[in-house]
Nanobody, 113 residues
Framework: VQLQASGGGSVQPGGSLILSCAAS????????LDWYRQAPGKERELVGS???????NYEDSVKGRFTISRDNVRKTMSLQMNSLKPEDTAVYYC????????WGPGTLVTVSS
């Protein structure tokens, strides 16, 4: 299994970013995938998930601002982040649970004026 997040960067408050997770090594279309994030000095937290059927759920602080989607042909998962806040600053990771936890290298998102 390989997961690779990309698309991070620096953005001003109120701005937008799209993160992408490229996946390989497993049956992508049949699995739930997640986005997690870890802010400086804090524990890693679940941002949201997308099931094989495309159903999504989100952590309360990102509801209405973040949208997770997936492309089963390209084997990618995306995280559209709008109305970004300084508290969204974190390293973002894509995650899969398939017999064990799989993590890819994270991508840093910095929200600052």
């Amino acid at each position: 299994v390989q997961l690779q997040a990309s698309g991070g960067g620096s953005v001003q408050p109120g701005g937008s970013l799209i993160l992408s997770c490229a996946a390989s090594g497993f049956m992508f279309r049949y699995n739930t995938l997640d986005w997690y994030r870890q802010a400086p000095g804090k524990e890693r937290e679940l941002v949201g998930s997308i099931t094989s059927g495309g159903n999504t759920n989100y952590e309360d602080s990102v509801k209405g601002r973040f949208t997770i989607s997936r492309d089963n042909v390209r084997k990618t998962m995306s995280l559209q982040m709008n109305s970004l806040k300084p508290e969204d600053t974190a390293v973002y990771y894509c995650h899969l649970y398939l017999r064990r936890d799989w993590w890819g290298p994270g991508t840093l998102v910095t929200v600052s004026s």
